[in-house]
């Protein structure tokens, strides 16, 4: 099989990026050499960083958030790991922090943990979702920081998230809500999963994955400014006097392409999307069902299904781009380039192949 262009998402079916929307990747092209890590000097793209997260948060139903554009998912939930465990130093004299995080949470908690030298807890699931009760259970004074997930990487589901916030100001630690994927979806649907909805402090909302910008842009949002404090490291040979971000030089282009992305489809072309992904998700849920596969109801535009493994691999053979979950289930997620067409084709193939 020949390779696939870089840029071709033709046969693309489980990766959480997309194609990026046109005003994303033009505004990215004008910004690409510019560095937002030193405002002082680039002060177009720092101006343009202040909208990116009065955007990022009226998504996330709370228009003065603080934050920033991040590299992506992974720095934004370390950085918020970070913010408990020293924010728990000052405040509570914790030395041996602890986070309370779900069994489905990314595997970037484990970075975070190991970088940040925290012990990581991680809370059973029941039907996806985590176990407040177990949470509770697992959580001591000790511990700095809670996490629910809006939208699980695997299966596309959202925790209790006004519970853990609750539960989580019980024990004076914050609340994280980790909506990386689901964040640009959530809003077109009944779920409570943002500021509004719950007292949460910090959350993690990536424009580059469901915000169609370019890869890197993350996006890490918090309560107040203040909250980002003891994130602030000092710089002396800036202009500016102080540094919040884990990088420090970084490419403006992530940062004017989710402002390019956000303006070009907040709210109606983000409704589009999560529709279509939607009933995409919905149809092809049912296509799967009714060849006999197990599937995992999708509340959110992504689907699991327990197809065989060499299955999988005739697939992926045919250049079909697939991905497992960890037990082992095909994984689709329904990004804004995933067409009923592509679907169609896909179950063509699984139909020639899945026969014996
Ligand atoms: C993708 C993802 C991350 C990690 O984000 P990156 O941008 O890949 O670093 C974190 N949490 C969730 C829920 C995700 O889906």
Request: a negative charge; proline letters at 6%; aromatic letters at 6%.
């Amino acid at each position: 099989m020949q390779r696939a262009e870089p840029q071709d998402f033709a046969r693309v079916l489980s990766s959480m990026c997309t194609v990026p929307h046109p005003k994303a990747r033009t505004a990215a092209e004008r910004f690409l050499t510019t560095n937002p890590g030193d405002p002082g000097t680039y002060e177009t793209v720092a101006a343009l960083e202040e909208k990116a997260i009065g955007m990022l948060g009226a998504v996330a139903g709370h228009p003065s958030a603080g934050g920033y554009i991040a590299s992506g998912g992974t720095e934004a939930n370390i950085q918020a790991v970070r913010i408990a465990r020293n924010r728990a130093r000052t405040h509570r004299d914790v030395t041996s922090p602890n986070v309370v995080v779900p069994e489905s949470a990314h595997f970037s908690f484990t970075k975070a943990a190991d970088v940040l030298g925290i012990e990581l807890r991680r809370a059973p699931l029941t039907d996806y979702r985590v176990d407040t009760d177990a949470m509770a259970a697992l959580a001591d004074e000790e511990t700095v920081l809670m996490v629910g997930v809006a939208g699980t990487t695997e299966y596309g589901r959202v925790d209790p998230i006004p519970d853990i916030a609750t539960l989580a100001h019980e024990y004076d630690a914050l609340c994280h809500v980790d909506a990386a994927w689901g964040g640009f979806v959530l809003p077109f649907t009944g779920h409570e999963w943002n500021f509004a909805h719950a007292p949460i402090d910090t959350m993690t909302i990536d424009p580059h994955k469901m915000g169609q910008a370019v890869v890197p842009a993350g996006g890490l949002l918090a309560r107040t400014q203040e909250l980002l404090n003891p994130l602030a490291i000092d710089t002396p040979y800036l202009e500016s006097t102080s540094q919040v971000t884990l990088t420090g030089t970084r490419s403006g282009a992530g940062v004017a392409s989710a402002v390019g992305a956000m303006d070009a489809l907040w709210p109606e072309g983000y409704r589009k999307a999560a529709t279509t992904g939607q009933e995409n998700a919905e149809w092809f849920a049912n296509e799967l069902s009714a060849r006999g596969y197990a599937v995992v109801d999708p509340v959110l535009p992504l689907v699991a299904a327990d197809i065989p493994h060499e299955t999988i691999r005739k697939l992926r053979d045919r250049d079909w781009r697939i991905s497992k979950t960890s037990s082992g289930e095909l994984r689709i997620v329904m990004m804004p380039h995933v067409t009923r067409e592509m679907l169609t084709a896909f179950v063509s193939d699984l139909d020639r192949i899945g026969q014996k």
